[in-house]
């Protein structure tokens, strides 16, 4: 198992010192501290998750792929229970490369091209190619997915649609 903080604190709800640290430094967010209690009592030992990544209505945790169906849970139950909890919607990702995660967090809305522009004055952002089509298909409002991909990346994000 793999959490934000270590499984003693996951399992008894108070930080050691190293836990502490990792969330006073910024490593971790109050969020990871707040789902990993969750995510460990609800699941149990086996499951990991990276990161949590809050927006306005929305929680995004990012989890290797072997956990995502631990995390979400039969026919959702986990994650419903998690949303609840958190007072927020929540969408679990697989953890992986870039543009995976980028496929993922569109989803079920076609991804053309992820392009990276280069800027006159040195700068670049990435850009990204969605179906016109498949504009009423996102399930998050183009703000936040800009806002979680440039997290993830550490880029700049524009999303367009072709």
């Known amino acids: 198992m793999t959490l934000p903080i270590c499984d003693v604190c996951a399992k008894t709800g108070v930080l050691c010192n190293g836990c502490e640290n990792k969330l006073s430094s910024g490593s971790i967010s109050p969020l990871d501290v707040e789902l ?3 995510v ?7 499951v990991s998750f990276t990161k949590a990544i809050e927006t306005e209505g929305h929680v995004i945790i ?4 072997e956990s995502l169906g631990k995390i979400i849970g039969r026919s959702g139950a986990t ?3 998690i949303s609840r909890r958190i007072g927020k919607q ?12 980028i ?16 800027m006159p ?3 670049t952002f990435q850009r990204i190619r ?23 990346s550490k880029d700049k994000v524009e999303i367009v649609f072709d």
């Open 40 to 46: 460990f009592e609800l699941s149990g030992e086996d």
């Open 90 to 101: 929540v969408r679990v990702v697989g953890a992986g490369e870039l543009n995976e995660m």
């Open 130 to 152: 969605v179906s016109r089509k498949d504009k009423p298909k996102l399930r998050l409002s183009l703000s936040d997915i800009e806002q979680l991909i440039s997290s993830i």
């Open 62 to 65: 990012l989890a290797p792929k």
């Open 36 to 38: 990993s209690k969750i």
């Open 79 to 81: 994650i419903n229970v």
């Open 121 to 123: 004055d040195g700068l």
């Open 103 to 118: 496929f993922d967090l569109i989803s079920p809305a076609r991804v053309l091209g992820i392009n990276t522009v280069f």
